[in-house]
Structures are given as C-alpha cells and as structure tokens.
C-alpha cells in the first residue's frame, strides 16, 4: 500500500500537470507575500525590542514567546470576525481571496521572526548599540545597521517563520477557502486530496512542499556563506 | 571649559561607581583619567559621550545641560572608543567611513579622509581588508580611524594602549599629540599605565572608588 | 559573486511579481465585485467534480467565475448567514427553509437530488440487508453494537442522520457511536479503518469505493432522498452580495442547461445526481 502509494506519487510528479503548478505558485505567492510583510515589521519590531530597558523587553519577549503557541486556526478565527462581511472590515470582501490568507499567515509569523530574532541577539550588542550611537547614528541608520550585521540571524529566523506559514492548513483553508484555481494551496489541497482518499496526490503534493523548504533553506545558507561576518571580539 | 560636571551620583545596583562632586574639563587639552579597575574610568567616560544617562546631577557640554535634543548635540560633537571595539562586517574601509556616511558625506570625500586616518594610526593600505580577518591590536587601531574619521571635537578612549605593542603605541600617542596640535581636538584618555599617561597628558584625574583625588 | 547577484535580482523580481498578484486579486473583488460568485456547497457536490463541469459551461455563457466554498451544510449556511458568500448550495431542506424564513436567503429553488445509503462492512453483521425500511435498518444497528461513525459536524448527512434516530425515538450514545467531525470523505475512510457502519450520500461513496472495503448495505429507502436545494443570500443584509450573479446561477443551474449537465454527470459510468428543477415548477 505505501510502496504503491510513494510510485504513483512520483509519477504524479514527473507529469507535472497544470493544476498541480497552479497550486504550487499560489502558494508561492501568497507565502512569499506573508513572509515579505512579515519580515518588513517583525525585523525592526526585535530590534526596537532589543533597546528597551530590561524589564519590557523581558515583558515583551515573553509575550512573543507565548503568541509561538496560538494555534493556526485561531488566528484563521480571528481574522475571520474581522473581514467577514459580518465583521468591520467586510465591506472590503477579502475574505475567501488570497489576500486573507496574506492576513492571516502574516499575523502568524510575525511572532516566530520576532522572537526568533530576539533570541539571537546576545551581550554584544550592547556593545554594538554604543559604537553605532557614538559614530552618530540616528535611530534609522542604527536599525539598518544592526539589521546588515545581523542578517545572518534574521535569514534564519525568516527561513523558520517561511516554514511555518509554508506547512500551515488552517489559516489557508478558512480565510482562502480551499477555491479551485483561486485560493487552493499545497496544503489546503493535501487536506482535500486526503478527504477523497486520494493518498499518492496527497504524497506528491507533500514532497513538492518538502523540495521548496530544501530549496528555499539552501539558496538561504548559500548565501549566508557568501557573507559569512565573523565579528571579531 | 568644554564640559562641567556637578554632584554626579550612578549607582549599579546598590554599588556606588561615582560620586563626583566637581569636574571641570578644558578644551583642547589631553586629559588622562587613571585608576584602579573598577574605579569608575569607563562609566565616566561613557557620560562623557552621552552613553549613560545619570539620574543625579548636572553635566554641562559647551554650557548647554546634556539632555534631550541636545544630546544629539554631543554626540554629534564627541566619539567614544571601547576598550575592546567591535568592527563591522565588511571591509576596513566601511568601517572607518561609517560615521562619515551616515553624516552623507560623498564618496570620493569619504575615501579621501578614509586614507588620511588609516595613515595617522599607521595601516597604510588597509582599506580593503577584511574586518575579520584582523589581529586585536589592528581592530583596535581601525577602531581609532573610525573615530577619527568625524574629526570629533572630543575624542574619548577606553585603555587605547591596552593589548597594543610598543612600536604601534608610540605612533597613536604621536597621532594623539598631532590632532591635539593641528585640530585642537580635546582628547580624554582612560589608562592605568603611567608612563604613558605622563607622556601624553596635560591634565590628570585619579579616580579612587568612583571619587576624584586629585 | 556576478551568478549571487543575478539569483538576488531573479528572487527580488519573482517576490515583487507575487505580491502584486495578491494584491490584484483582491482587487478583483474591491473594484469588480461582479467578476466573481462566491458559493458555498457540500463537500459531497465539490469532491465529485460536478460544480466544475457546471462552472464552466457557467463561466462560458456569463464570464462570471464561481469561487467554490467547500464545506458542511450547517457551516455552508452560517457563511450565507454572515453573508461571506453569495449563495449556497446544500442539502438540509428544513435548515434552508428556516434559513429563507429568517431573512438570510431569498429565492430558494431545488436542484436536485440523490441517496443517502447506508455503507458498512461486507458481511453485514447487523443484517441491514434484511431491513423491512430505514427504520427497521437504524433500529438494527442500534441493537447491534457494531460501531456507528456520524459525521459529528452538524453537515446535511449528520442533520439526516440525527433526524433518522428521531423517527425511531431512540438517542444513539455508547462507545459503539462515534462522531467523526470530519468530512464525508474522511468518515467514510474512518469507518473503514474500524470496519464500521456510516450513513453517507451515494456520490460520496462512489467517489471512494475502489479505495475501501466497506460496500453499501442498505439504500432505496424514499426517506433516505437527498434533496439539494440553492438559495441566494439575502442583497439586503449586505449590500455587497453579488445578488445578480446569484441569481444568474440559481436560473443557470435549474435551466435545461444546467439540468443537462447533472443529469449527465456520471463516475465510472454511474450518474451520481438527478436533476429535480422541473417537478418543483410544475
């Protein structure tokens, strides 16, 4: 049964036909939206964090921490009240589109890039934070500057919150809909395919999202190594 | 007087780490400040460039009171250097030209001095080496150059001559006693080595447990 | 260091290209709301692949595309009620007419119908196969102690099925009943792996048979008719419901066309769904 199951799969995967890839560049491009959004706040969010005094930046990295647990499909709740046409924001009708699951899968990675991030920044910086204040930076050039001798770091604290949102179900599947060739994604179709028993497309369509993550985490590291910053102490 | 400290007190903790009562510093002098470790050299030099914010007391930087947006002011004005500086990544060039591009100094300008100051700490030729790809004594002579770069009207350093061999030692305290001449930089220099100190300065403060003795 | 840059240059592009797509998408329903009907339906109707065959020949006549929502009736009938999609097409007859009656839905119209059957494992401990009616075959499995799996999830099926317990006054519980949450697809496959009985629509089935050992062993009953109604979401609770559309596909799908299309529907040469549009004017 599992030896049948891996052969047909593969074969679904050579024949690569067109709903397949519009289902992976949907993915795609809505993942890739999140993480971009998510990115552009979460990492000057940590490092804003990272110059607070001690006791609400431990507050605040406590809090990040927890929002790690909330689970996908509470945030798909969330969002939900608020965009369905019930809700404030309904008049928008961005909910069942693409854009929803944007909304949703953003809110949850911000929390992981965070603390990700956070995590990461050791003693040093404190030193790093005098020598940029002292050369006379302002508070823009200090973010920009820690963000470059960091980015290390922040590549990988994007790479985990890129695996998260790639592998999540229930944001996708209550703010998207699981649509035909609108808002259907690997993972939402894997949950589908399942359903109908049909478990080789559920398998290909779960090493296509295997080969992007690997794909993805490669491209990263190569270059990081390309920009390897081995700060001297 | 380029800067007046009055009745400055900074705990950490319960630990007292100064207690001044009146400090005066002149402008365009070589001021050594000495003491034993944990006397309180680094934190009051850090007060200097505005790092450390004192809760007790009043320090004036050219007569104007150290606080809001005059601390822009100061640092502006003033650059201090860690006793173990930190570089950026990249190369020795960026990091001397940091503070000159954050400043929007053109490039051809920002290359120019670059040179100068690698010239004056003695790494001709360095611009284009890695950052880590350097030894303690070099880091440090970069991290010199980049304070150097603003041309700071005070330069503030933490033990410049700790891990530093005699040879280079000789060229900063000349380079020290130059821009002191040419730019009358007002440079404040913490260090317990005393032939160094007499050397090169023109005033000393001894500090002893936070307090000034002399 | 040229090939890092190019790959750079190539991400950035590809990034930039994304997310305009998103963003164009969601304009599609800011600036042109008419271009897009959102319906929710059962996932027995999706899984079988009928809504395509009729969403294109709908997309071909109107140039409207239909956004198939794909979940429970009762879920099907609370996004209707929130009025996150334009219509709905399910198979509760009771819940629709609340539904219309409560001001959610106009213009309810059948569309068709097809089969509850009872499905279980191929020796029929609980003797369904004897069954005089529905009645009798629910009473026996509820004597039986075989295990029963309800969808559990308040769907068209589980509303029949609650119904079907009703009739012979009986209130299943026990570690012999258990209830899924799950989908029809996913119960079946669920009372496979427990060799258990369900009760689930005939296309459903279908759909799954070659994959399961479980066959059908009782069906045929007029009770266990499976009527799929459409209903229009009510334009005056929220004036952004793509009412016209609505109401396009509701004349579409209960026209000679559309009739067509179900009637001619089959899998593996079975018709799943009878068309039911006609007797209702009559």
Known sequence: MLQKTIMESFYLLFSFDNELSIIVFTTLKIVLASILIASLISVPLAISISFMKETPKKFLTAIFNSLLAVPTVVIGLFVYMLISNAGPFGEYKLLFTPFAIVIGQTILAIPIITSFILAGFSKTDILMQETIKTLGAGTIEMVKTIAVEHKALILSSILAGFGRVIAEVGISMMLGGNIRFYTRTITTAIALETGKGEFALGLALGIILITIAILVNFFAHYSIKNSSNLRAA | ?214 | MLKKKFCLIALIIFIIFSILGVFNSANTYVFAKKDRLKLATTTSVEDTGLMYELNRAFKKSTGIDVDVIAVGTGKALKLGENGDVDAVLVHAREAEEKFVKDGFGLNRKDVMYNDFVIIGPKDDPAKLKDAINVADAFKKLSESNIIFISRGDDSGTHKKEKALWLDINYEPMGSWYKEAGLGMGKTILMADNFNAYTLTDKASFLNLEDKIKLVICYQNDPKLKNYYGIIAVNPERYKNINFDGAKLFIDFITSDEGQTIINNFKIKGQQLFYPDAKQQEK
């Open chain 2, 1 to 214: 007087m380029i800067y007046k400290l009055k009745d400055i007190i900074y705990n950490y903790g319960s630990r007292k780490v100064l207690d001044i009562k009146n400090l005066q510093i002149e402008e365009g002098n070589i001021h050594v400040v000495s003491g034993a470790n944990g006397s309180g050299k680094t934190t009051l030099l850090k007060i200097f460039n505005a790092l450390i914010k004192v809760p007790k007391g009043i320090i004036l930087f050219k007569d104007k009171p150290v606080e809001k947006d005059n601390i822009k002011l100061v640092r502006n004005n003033t650059v201090y250097v860690h006793q173990n500086p930190i570089l950026f990544s990249g190369n020795v060039s960026d990091n001397v030209g940091y503070g000159l591009k954050i400043r929007k100094f053109p490039k051809d300008k920002i290359d120019q001095t670059v040179q100068q100051v690698l010239n004056l700490v003695g790494l001709q030729n360095f611009e284009s080496r890695k950052s880590n790809n350097l030894s303690t004594g070099e880091i440090k002579r970069v991290a010199i150059a980049r304070a150097l770069a603003i041309n700071p009207e005070v330069l503030i350093l933490d033990e410049p001559n700790a891990h530093m061999d005699r040879q280079s030692l000789e060229q900063i305290e000349q380079t020290f006693k130059d821009i002191n001449k040419i730019h009358n930089t007002t440079i404040i220099i913490s260090s317990h080595d005393s032939s160094f100190n007499n050397q090169i300065a023109h005033n000393i403060i001894m500090l002893e447990k936070g307090e000034i003795v002399s």
